[in-house]
C-alpha cells in the first residue's frame, strides 16, 4: 500500500470556502431527466437501494439503471449492512428487511463493487471536516457526511457519476468541487 499523502491533501483543501454554501435552486442543478438518459458510468448512493426497496425509486432511476453501467460502492455496501445490525432481531419486519437487503447485495456484480483507496479515504475525511464545520453539523451528521464525502470523491476518481436523491449535501459539494459529477432524482 502506498503511503498518503499528507502534505498533498492539505494543499488540496485549499478550496475551502471559510463561509456556510446555500443550497441552490432546482432549476441550476443537474436532475435525472429524458435527456440525461444515456451518459457515464454511475455510482450508487445508498439512498438509491433505500428507494427502491421501499418503492419510492421513480421511474427515471430505473431507467438510468437500465441504459448506463452501474458500479456499486463499498460504503453503500457497509451502510445496508448497518441497518440489518440496527434491526431488532424479535420484531417480525426484521427478517423481510434482511431478505429484501440480502437479495440487493446478491444482485450487486462482485466485479462491479468499489472500494475506496487510501487517497478517496483521507481527502474525503479532510472534505467532511470542512463540510460538517460550514454546515455545523452535530456528531450523528458527521458521520453520515463522511460516508457522502467518500462516495462522491470516489465518483470523481473513477469518472463515475453519482445518482442520489441527497439533494441538499451533494450540492454543497458540487460547489466545492465543481468537478464532480452527480445526477439528482426526487424519491416518489
Known amino acids: 500500500m502506498r503511503e498518503f499523502d499528507f502534505d ?56 438510468l439503471i437500465d441504459a448506463r453501467q452501474t458500479n456499486h ?55 467532511s471536516g470542512m463540510l460538517s464545520r460550514l454546515q455545523g453539523y452535530g456528531r450523528e451528521r458527521k458521520l453520515r457526511a463522511l460516508q457522502d464525502c467518500v462516495l462522491f470523491l470516489q465518483g470523481l476518481k473513477l469518472g463515475f457519476t453519482l445518482l442520489t436523491a441527497n439533494v441538499a449535501d451533494f450540492d454543497i459539494l458540487l460547489q466545492l468541487l465543481p468537478a464532480g459529477r452527480v445526477l439528482f432524482y426526487r424519491p416518489m
Open 8 to 63: 498533498g491533501a492539505v494543499r488540496w483543501a485549499r478550496f475551502d470556502p471559510r463561509r456556510t454554501p446555500a443550497r441552490r435552486p432546482d432549476g441550476v442543478l443537474p436532475f435525472a431527466t429524458e435527456e440525461r438518459i444515456g451518459g457515464q458510468a454511475m455510482l450508487l448512493d445508498t439512498c438509491v437501494y433505500i428507494d427502491q426497496l421501499h418503492g419510492r425509486a421513480p421511474e427515471i432511476v430505473t431507467a
Open 73 to 127: 460502492s463499498s460504503v453503500a455496501l457497509q451502510e445496508l449492512m448497518h441497518t440489518i445490525g440496527v434491526l431488532d432481531a424479535g420484531d417480525a419486519r426484521s427478517s423481510a428487511a434482511i431478505a429484501a437487503i440480502r437479495g440487493l447485495v446478491r444482485a450487486m456484480p462482485w466485479h462491479r463493487i468499489f472500494s475506496p483507496d487510501l487517497d478517496v479515504l483521507g481527502r474525503a475525511a479532510l472534505l
